[in-house]
């Protein structure tokens, strides 16, 4: 009897992926936001096992437990994007502020000039301003986004069981006590009682939004076609570097760093505006293109951080054969209105 021929290797790893549509979503995120912009550096594998070894941990604790459970929230209470973005902003500031302390401590890495440019009331302001929207965006829309177009039954069910929502909710809170503990080892910074109930305070905010924003974010709502393919790749490829001109071109003229921050904030309402009143239905290349557009800076960025030992461009590559993939295939889903419902 003739032994069957094994499926190319390729195949087997989109049908696994397919069918464990969990491990997919730890690949998007945090792949998308940590490894293709190098904040979190593939090289460092190379360089400093031990290192990436921590970060792939808390990386996937951090946002692999966030997005999963935004994504099982927004099923089960039937939402769209305007909610998800809402949670995506609050899994920001969890991330960034609890967590992390970047918007609250001056001197944390990652946030160089804008931690004296605009800090005020103990609240890096301007870097605020552009990270949280960024993880709203880029952490947890655009991942679930992709989820939703690469597996569509993902789009109408939970990924978690009951005891897996307890057990994403354990490993993120533990993950978040964990680095609060090594950001204080490191640096020393404590950003206060105060400070962080407010932040607590605003997250429940944002979840309160949530729970309150039933249309979705994008569909009809002026009868304007969706832009062609070209025209969506364009708008996503200005998006990134628009906002971090955005961030400094007030300090560069000697404005007050209010003008910054409010600059930052209406440029990303522009885009989100553009987005928002727009048709997308029967618009999957179109989507794929914005979305696309979007990451191409964050890979640019991530190649440039990363020119001594460039490992990032092996997800560069990666990225660019899977929406290779789901541009050629037609059995996707065609409307980006309601992606998770």
């Not at 996503?236 to 971090?244: A, I, K, M, Q, R």
């Not at 404005?255 to 999957?284: I, K, N, T």
Request: charged share 10%; proline share 7%; glycine share 10%.
């Amino acid at each position: 009897m003739e032994a069957k021929a094994r499926a190319p290797v390729g195949a087997r790893v989109v049908g696994y992926l397919k069918a464990h549509p969990v491990t997919s979503l730890l690949i998007l995120t945090p792949g998308i936001p940590e490894y293709l912009s190098s904040s979190s550096p593939i090289s460092a594998i190379v360089l400093n096992p031990p290192t990436f070894i921590f970060q792939l941990l808390a990386n996937l604790g951090l946002y692999g437990s966030g997005a999963l459970l935004i994504h099982d929230a927004a099923i089960r209470r039937k939402k769209g994007w305007g909610a998800i973005l809402l949670l995506g902003a609050a899994y920001g500031i969890l991330e960034e502020g609890v967590a992390l302390s970047t918007l609250f401590d001056p001197k944390a890495g990652p946030v160089g000039a804008l931690g004296s440019y605009g800090h005020w009331l103990g609240v890096n302001w301007i870097w605020a301003a552009g990270i949280v929207p960024f993880h709203a965006i880029f952490s947890i829309s655009i991942p679930l986004l992709l989820l939703g177009i690469a597996i569509p039954e993902t789009r109408a069910k939970p990924l978690l069981t009951r005891r897996g929502t307890i057990t994403a909710l354990l490993v993120l809170s533990f993950d978040v006590v964990i680095l609060m503990i090594v950001v204080w080892h490191v640096s020393g910074f404590w950003m206060g009682w105060p400070i962080l109930v407010l932040s607590l305070l605003s997250m429940g905010g944002l979840v309160f939004l949530s729970s309150r924003t039933n249309p979705p974010l994008v569909g009809k709502l002026d009868g304007r076609p969706a832009p062609s393919p070209k025209g969506a790749v364009a708008i996503g490829l200005s998006f990134f570097p628009v906002v971090t001109l955005a961030q400094s071109l007030g300090r560069g003229a000697g404005l007050p760093a209010a003008f910054d921050f409010l600059l930052v904030v209406a440029v990303q309402a522009l885009y989100f505006l553009y987005v928002a009143r727009r048709s997308w239905e029967g618009s999957r290349k179109s989507v794929l293109a914005l979305v696309f557009g979007l990451l191409v800076p964050i890979m640019v960025f991530g190649v440039l951080a990363e020119l001594a030992l460039p490992l990032t461009l092996l997800a560069d590559v990666a990225v660019v054969v899977f929406f290779r993939m789901l541009w050629a295939n037609r059995e996707g889903p065609e409307e980006m209105a309601q992606p998770i419902r």
